[in-house]
């Protein structure tokens, strides 16, 4: 979970909402949909301990459509549009980590701020991790280790000595209002829903272990335990961050910055250790890059495995058994939304469309409940049918707030979606022609 979203969505929610409590309850918020959302994919998970998460959870519960259509958008917006969004911000942090560096030794740099350059750079550093996973899960695995816990000690190091080197006599910026942009967005809690669905973009990712269910000792005590652990340490990571934030820059400094960690980091600790911190958020979008090239194709690979969409995305290199087509078509898509998008545009776009399917499989939870009580619940999710009708709730609020407030992107998700139809309806006749064309094989064969 932790990756590119925190580092970028703090100025673009204070300067949506013009408060800084109302930021900080937003983060909160979000974290309660996530929690509330791993308590209920849980229960799915242990009721069906296999590989693939949510998309097993909607063919059990749907029928193949939905199943694929999960899988459609995971291929064609989920891993890749979110790692466009890495790419396209690692380029910013790179350009104020440079821009700072030249200016410290009073040297002449060049600029990496046209949009056509970072578009250029945020391609390459994709090709080259596609490159790098394509070449072997071993290195892969490797470079993306160094960079986890590079990460985190970047996120706990930002978060202690940004808390201790805070000027604490500033508390009032935790509870500053900038009341004067409200009324442009129709008032405060239309945009509140559509600052939390740009805050979920950080918490994407609270469902990732449902995926290798199949492949967990012990399942049933292991897996609630992971998903539920693993959601709350990321969301008190996220508020020490935006406490952080907030706190060590003025509300108007930092207001609608993307690259909101080189600033706060200027602010706490100067220009040299600051340099040190931007640098190291850069690695932090390293490891998000590495890390959505690694996941998103096998994700693929395995739902290809399982007959749930074409199965070209399951051929494996025979030199470096790596899912190889699975990652250059991730790869391409990636390096296309960076041509047409930004990240502003690319998370409003993903915010649509990722929200759909969560809340399919949650009210698919609640039915079968009802529809099919006899089925083996290891685990049950705690205050059932609250904790559910919650995450509901929310995440429906999100979905109306984000298509009136950006109506044009949001066609561009529903587009997306809909756009998976006809290619279920191609996948199932090629599937079935494949599937004749092996009967009759085989007939021959016994006949001969």
């Given at each position: ?274 340099n040190l911190f931007t640098l190291g958020i850069c690695v932090i979008m390293l490891s998000s890059i590495s890390v ?157």
């Amino acid at each position: 979970m932790i990756g590119t979203g925190i580092f970028i969505t703090t100025g673009t929610t204070l300067y949506m909402t013009r408060s800084a409590p109302v930021v900080l309850l937003i983060w909160v918020a979000g974290g309660v949909i996530a929690l509330t959302g791993t308590l209920c994919y849980a229960e799915l998970a242990t009721m069906w301990p296999h590989v693939g998460g949510e998309y097993v959870y909607l063919k059990k519960t749907y029928g193949l459509l939905p199943s694929f259509l999960s899988g459609w958008i995971s291929l064609v917006v989920g891993f890749s549009a979110s790692v466009a969004v890495s790419a396209i911000t690692l380029i910013q942090y790179l350009d104020s980590f440079w821009q700072n560096i030249t200016m410290h030794l009073g040297a002449q740099s060049f600029a990496l701020t046209h949009p056509l350059t970072q578009k250029i750079l945020a391609s390459l550093v994709l090709l080259i991790f596609g490159g790098i996973h394509i070449h072997g899960v071993r290195s892969g695995s490797k470079i993306q280790n160094v960079l986890t816990v590079l990460k985190l000690l970047v996120v706990i190091s930002f978060i202690v000595l940004g808390l201790s080197m805070a000027d604490w006599s500033q508390t009032e910026r935790l509870t500053a209002q900038y009341p004067d942009g409200i009324h442009e967005s129709g008032g405060l809690l239309p945009i509140t829903g559509l600052a939390l669905l740009i805050v979920m973009f950080s918490y994407s990712g609270w469902n990732g272990a449902t995926y290798i269910a199949g492949e967990i000792k012990d399942v049933e005590r292991n897996l609630p335990r992971a998903l539920f652990a693993g959601t709350l340490l990321t969301m008190l990571l996220y508020i020490g961050i935006n406490v952080v934030f907030l706190i060590s820059s003025p509300g108007l400094e930092i207001m609608g910055k993307e690259t909101i960690g080189s600033t706060v980091s200027a602010n706490l600790f100067g220009p040299r250790l600051s340099n040190l911190f931007t640098l190291g958020i850069c690695v932090i979008m390293l490891s998000s890059i590495s890390v959505q090239m690694m996941i998103g194709p096998r994700v693929y690979y395995a739902m290809a495995k399982d007959n749930m969409i074409f199965s070209a995305l399951s051929r494996v290199n025979p030199r470096f058994h790596t899912p190889t087509v699975s990652i250059v078509i991730q790869m391409l898509l990636a390096v296309f939304y960076v041509a047409v998008g930004n990240a502003s545009f690319l998370m409003e776009y993903m915010g649509f469309s990722l929200t759909v399917f969560p809340i399919l499989t949650v009210i698919g939870l609640v039915y079968m409940r009802y529809r099919h009580p006899e089925i083996p619940r290891p685990f049950k999710v705690p205050l059932f049918p609250f904790l559910p009708i919650v995450f509901i709730i929310l995440s429906s609020a999100m979905m109306i707030a984000g298509f009136m407030a950006w109506t044009e992107t949001s066609r561009f998700a529903v587009l997306a979606l809909g756009g998976g139809i006809p290619v279920y309806f191609l996948w199932r006749w090629l599937f079935r022609k494949r599937a004749a064309a092996f009967a009759k094989s085989e007939e021959n064969s016994i006949r001969n």
